[in-house]
């Protein structure tokens, strides 16, 4: 699990977000270019965070395991 490149991920769509809301002129193919990076980076970000929820998932286990 990568939590480095995570955090590197969503900031890289914030800045995305941010220069979508903030641009003036519109660019075809540009805006083509960025949105499939954007949609990328969501995808891998869906799989990190999926790493992240089985990783919780198997401490809660644990923890409840050693309760009993």
């Known amino acids: 699990m990568d939590i480095k490149n995570l955090n590197k991920n969503l900031k890289r769509l914030s800045e995305i977000s941010d220069w979508f809301n903030n641009r003036k002129d519109i660019d075809i193919e540009k805006d083509l270019k960025i949105v499939k990076e954007a949609s990328n980076l969501i995808k891998e970000s869906k799989e990190q965070l999926k790493e992240v929820?089985?990783?919780f998932e198997e401490i809660k286990k644990e923890?409840?395991?050693n309760e009993k």
Do not use: A, I, S
């Open 63 to 65: 923890v409840e395991n």
């Open 53 to 55: 929820e089985n990783t």
